[in-house]
């Protein structure tokens, strides 16, 4: 796989590297000159890619499109990826995840099933109607805003070569140093203006990283091709939907989290994991994509920067992370897909502690708190001050656990219960363990969410 990236790396200031996604876009378009004059299709990941692929398009006078994908998690383990699958019927499985996962045929036919039907939902939003670009035997370039893990974009590089590409470029603004090792068996190419050290995280190396929209994408996609009736009656047919990383600037930090917003979301629930967790706890997100499923948008973020993280005073002082919730939380009321919807929160583990602890300052306005394996104890003398709902989910078998549970449970002045999940130790690793915790949280948000 070639590799074409810059050798150091570039602030604007003191901080970024990009004003903002047109920008990079400029700056990345630069990088894929001796593309020019192929047969080149530029394809944009929804949503972040899209504005930068944008700039690519013009650059290279090449046609633009999107291409949509869905990664094929493995159930009750969603950031597993077992596959992929494209538009035009296309499906890639990973036999090897399938069988070390012991995933059934029927488990795969229903996630494949579920995934398909977002996919061409989200397909026919951003095209309204228009064919996707026929890839066979050209140069699909796919370009993104950023890579993190790069799941998402390996995949969509298997995706362009099953749908006929002669060749693959993955192209982006910036990547962690060992973004070429990762692709090397996907893309034929990797094009990085960044391979910054350290790298936490996309959105820190841009000065504007606000969300892209469905309707942003739409227009970009739209070009001269249709009017803004149509714009405005495909907006109507298919509410807005967002689906991505988010970076959130708290302070002096850039915390990085996953937004799920499904469509006529009941409200939102935003996750605080436990010590040595991180948004990609497996845990939490079975736990979101359940909450998804019934309708609830989910937030899961960072609590601490990865420097942050290597203190270790950071990861239980309970006040910093309950203050990073509720900052967190006021981003979100911001946020156009999010600002009008009751908010919940998640805790795990020492996260749960924070969750009362924020819970518990005058005017949170949160509809309801979950703990699952908490540590309400952390949030100590402050317990009583707590007006949310609050339910307290604990494993059957985690003894110390239930103990600090059943104490807070007698401090709570509001709306409190416990419930204990049999069988089930602090991690909730046991068979059929973590869905019933799941179900218990999904009832008691749908209960006060609705008023």
Same mark, same amino acid.
């Given at each position: 796989?070639?590799?074409?990236?810059?050798?150091?790396? @570039?602030? @604007?200031?003191?901080?970024?590297?990009? *004003?903002?996604?047109?920008?990079?876009?400029?700056?990345?378009? $630069?990088?894929? #000159?001796?593309?020019?004059?192929?047969?080149?299709?530029?394809?944009?990941?929804?949503?972040?890619? *899209?504005?930068?692929?944008?700039?690519?398009?013009?650059?290279?006078?090449?046609?633009?499109?999107?291409?949509?994908?869905?990664?094929?998690?493995?159930? &009750?383990?969603?950031?597993?990826?077992?596959?992929?699958?494209?538009?035009? /019927?296309?499906?890639?499985? =990973?036999?090897?995840?399938?069988?070390?996962?012991? #995933?059934?045929?029927? %488990?795969?036919?229903?996630? $494949? %099933?579920?995934?398909?039907?977002?996919?061409?939902?989200?397909?026919?939003? &951003?095209? /309204?109607?228009?064919?996707?670009?026929?890839?066979?035997?050209?140069?699909?370039?796919?370009?993104?805003?950023?890579?993190?893990?790069?799941?998402?974009?390996?995949?969509?590089?298997?995706?362009?070569?099953? %749908?006929?590409?002669?060749? #693959?470029?993955?192209?982006?603004?910036?990547?962690?140093?060992?973004?070429?090792?990762?692709?090397?068996?996907? =893309?034929? $190419?990797?094009?990085?203006?960044?391979?910054?050290?350290?790298? @936490?995280? *996309?959105?820190?190396?841009?000065?504007? &990283?606000? %969300?892209?929209?469905? $309707?942003?994408?739409?227009?970009?996609?739209?070009?001269?091709?249709?009017?803004?009736?149509?714009?405005?009656?495909?907006?109507?047919?298919?509410?807005?939907? &967002?689906?991505?990383?988010?970076?959130?600037?708290?302070?002096?930090?850039?915390?990085?989290?996953?937004?799920?917003?499904?469509?006529?979301?009941?409200?939102?629930?935003?996750?605080?994991?436990?010590?040595?967790?991180?948004?990609?706890?497996?845990?939490?997100?079975?736990?979101?994509?359940?909450?998804?499923?019934?309708?609830?948008?989910?937030?899961?973020?960072?609590?601490?920067?990865?420097?942050?993280?290597?203190?270790?005073? +950071?990861?239980?002082?309970?006040?910093?992370?309950?203050?990073?919730?509720?900052? #967190?939380?006021?981003?979100?009321?911001?946020?156009?897909?999010?600002?009008?919807?009751?908010?919940?929160?998640?805790?795990?583990?020492? !996260?749960?502690?924070?969750?009362?602890?924020?819970?518990?300052?005058?005017?949170?306005?949160?509809?309801?708190?979950?703990?699952?394996?908490?540590?309400?104890?952390?949030?100590?003398?402050?317990?009583?001050?707590?007006?949310?709902?609050?339910?307290?989910?604990?494993?059957?078998?985690?003894?110390?656990?239930?103990?600090? +549970?059943?104490?807070?449970?007698?401090?709570?002045?509001?709306?409190?219960?416990?419930?204990?999940?049999?069988?089930?130790?602090?991690?909730?690793?046991?068979?059929?363990?973590?869905?019933?915790?799941?179900?218990?949280?999904?009832?008691?948000?749908?209960?006060?969410?609705? !008023?």
């Amino acid at each position: 796989m070639d590799v074409r990236s810059t050798s150091s790396f @570039h602030t @604007h200031g003191d901080r970024w590297s990009f *004003v903002d996604r047109a920008d990079a876009g400029t700056r990345l378009a $630069e990088r894929l #000159v001796h593309l020019a004059g192929e047969d080149v299709v530029v394809l944009g990941l929804p949503r972040g890619g *899209v504005p930068v692929a944008r700039e690519v398009a013009k650059a290279l006078g090449a046609p633009l499109d999107v291409i949509v994908v869905r990664k094929l998690g493995v159930p &009750f383990q969603p950031e597993l990826a077992m596959g992929a699958i494209g538009e035009g /019927g296309v499906r890639i499985v =990973a036999e090897d995840i399938v069988a070390m996962a012991h #995933v059934t045929r029927e %488990q795969l036919a229903e996630v $494949e %099933q579920r995934e398909r039907a977002e996919l061409d939902r989200r397909a026919r939003r &951003f095209r /309204g109607g228009r064919p996707r670009a026929d890839l066979t035997g050209r140069v699909a370039v796919i370009v993104d805003d950023g890579i993190a893990t790069g799941s998402t974009a390996r995949a969509a590089c298997r995706v362009a070569r099953a %749908q006929g590409a002669a060749r #693959v470029v993955m192209a982006a603004p910036v990547a962690p140093p060992d973004a070429p090792a990762r692709f090397a068996a996907d =893309a034929d $190419e990797l094009v990085v203006c960044e391979l910054p050290q350290p790298f @936490h995280g *996309v959105g820190q190396f841009y000065e504007d &990283f606000s %969300q892209t929209t469905d $309707e942003e994408v739409v227009d970009i996609l739209d070009g001269e091709d249709r009017g803004v009736g149509n714009r405005e009656r495909a907006a109507a047919d298919d509410p807005p939907l &967002f689906d991505g990383d988010v970076a959130i600037e708290v302070g002096p930090v850039v915390l990085q989290g996953v937004l799920r917003v499904p469509e006529d979301p009941k409200g939102l629930v935003i996750f605080a994991h436990g010590s040595g967790s991180s948004r990609h706890s497996s845990r939490n997100r079975y736990v979101a994509t359940v909450l998804d499923q019934a309708g609830i948008a989910t937030l899961l973020f960072d609590l601490l920067t990865t420097t942050e993280e290597l203190d270790r005073a +950071n990861v239980f002082d309970v006040e910093l992370l309950a203050g990073r919730l509720a900052d #967190v939380t006021a981003w979100a009321r911001r946020q156009p897909h999010t600002r009008d919807l009751p908010v919940g929160w998640f805790g795990a583990s020492t !996260g749960a502690g924070a969750a009362l602890w924020a819970a518990a300052e005058p005017g949170a306005d949160v509809a309801a708190v979950v703990s699952r394996g908490g540590r309400p104890d952390l949030a100590g003398p402050r317990l009583a001050a707590v007006t949310a709902p609050t339910l307290l989910i604990v494993g059957g078998l985690d003894d110390v656990v239930i103990q600090l +549970n059943r104490e807070a449970l007698q401090q709570l002045r509001c709306e409190a219960d416990l419930r204990i999940v049999p069988g089930a130790t602090h991690l909730f690793e046991e068979p059929g363990t973590l869905e019933q915790a799941a179900a218990l949280a999904r009832e008691w948000f749908e209960q006060h969410f609705a !008023g």
